[in-house]
């Protein structure tokens, strides 16, 4: 027994120092990617005598720091293509044009490389894209989920739905009945019975999210379940339920398997995957959850058919409720950077908010009056960029900047996608972006558009890695979570330090005014 143990601990110890020579190596090959980086987009430049590679690494790692505390802000607007010489001087340029939103005419179109795939029935009604950016995937109306590889725009597998048993006959309702009779006896006489794992929504699939290391796939529908499932077979994991209505709105919490759930039940509900279990429930919205996205931190922000918008801060059990604004339901929600968040509502108005100010900063219409639905149905935007994407039933996706002093929004154009566009993810590299376009809105029936195609559009943004990352796009560095590679990716969240956020005006006042907001729900179990 004492030599079986020096010889574990012999090993234990020689892996520890190779996990030490791996991180060194890593450490330096970063660095080496950080310099030549940098390098590049200096070229041409004089570079002064003395410690010019210093200042660069030190630059660089500054950079990350505050890109990863949701504080450095990228500015990608001005590497955008430019509009096409045939158009008029005054869109000439990205930066200089002033459109007007209601004058579709006076709105330049980009001139982007664009892919269009049908792969669903019905209209889709939902998007997401892995960090990665090798796949997306897309659920629609049809209860069907497919997964796609966006080098090709081909399909990797793909998810039927289930039809309700209100679609079924009463013979075959019957069948169904007699038979968990018989399994429900099974039970009661001790014998084991074998269940059928079913796969797939019963209706609509309402809500995608990929976790950030391309693991998993969780999926929500109107049949009030989240499924997860593995992201590169598509086989099933497991489903959680709880909710007591549909579940229209997932987002993972970034650098975790922590998964976020908004439903119309106006909850929110918080999931860990990797124990397979549910964790608690928000309370607030007094309307349907529309609209969910997360920071890095135990942060997420929540959009919500009460005209509200609540920013969540989880361990504090607090909330921060932001109203004005906007008239309407606002019906989507998109974090700009761990501060800001863009909303979309179905007034027809983009908003811009920041977490220490009750009140919007930019408020603009964005839709004309002549569309079949006058909404915003979907927004999008670059995670700590001044790019911001938003479509409704124009027939188009909008690009916006965000001022960087300002946070005022200016429209820069238009990209074309023929029908409702019903979701809107951009890569975190700032390569792609991926559109859900239907005949139908996402939510209902209130308009059809007739010769638009059920499908996802792919806008190859070619916003080159270097200028937006600061790295060689071979580089894995770029990941906002760990320092070895992504070997050691995920960070448990139990675990993980949480950076505590200076107090302002603003937190005291809404914690004063409306509570914890947070109902606890004690203890942690499997969920069934």
Known sequence: MKDARHDDSGSSEEEDEEDDDRRVRLAREYLGRITAAQKKIGAGQEEEEGHADDDIIASRLDQDILERSGRFHRSVVSKLHKPSSSLSSSTATTTDITPSPYDIESIPTLPYSTQFHKGHLLSPTCISIDDSETFAVSGSKDGSIIRWDLSTLSKDWLIHGRKSSKNTSKRKRQQLHHKRTQDNRAKAAGKIVDKEVVRGHIGQVHALAISSDGKFVASGGEDRTIIIWHASSGEYVDRFKGHRDGVSCLTFRRGTHQLYSGSLDRTVKIWDVDEMAYVDTLFGHQSEVMGIDATSRERCVTSGRDRTVRFWKIPEESQLVFR??????????????????????????????????????????????????????????????????????????????????????????????????????????????????????????????????????????????????????????????????????????????????????????????????????KGKGKVV
């Open 324 to 521: 004005g604004g906007q008239v309407g339901s606002m019906d989507t929600v998109t974090l700009l950077n761990d501060n800001m968040f863009a909303t979309g509502s179905d007034d027809g108005t983009i908003a811009v908010w920041s977490a220490t100010k009750k009140k919007p900063i930019s408020v603009v219409s964005s839709q004309s009056p002549e569309a079949p639905l006058p909404w915003v149905s979907s927004v999008g935007a670059l995670r700590n960029t001044d790019l911001l994407a938003s479509g409704g039933s124009e027939g188009f996706v909008r690009l916006w900047k965000v001022d960087s002093n300002t946070s005022k929004l200016s429209l820069i154009g238009k990209v074309d996608a023929k029908g409702i566009v019903n979701g809107i993810a951009f890569g975190s590299r700032g390569r792609y972006l991926v559109v859900a376009v239907g005949q139908e809105h996402r939510l209902g029936r209130w308009a059809r558009v007739s010769e638009a195609k059920n499908g996802i559009m792919l806008v190859r943004l070619d916003l080159d890695e270097d200028k937006v990352r600061g790295i060689d796009e071979d580089g894995d560095d770029d990941d906002d979570n760990g320092d070895d590679g992504g070997d050691n990716f995920l960070v448990p969240a139990s675990r993980e330090k949480v950076q505590q956020p200076v107090a302002d005006s603003h937190d005291n006042e809404s914690d004063s005014d409306h509570g914890s907001g947070i109902k606890k729900i």
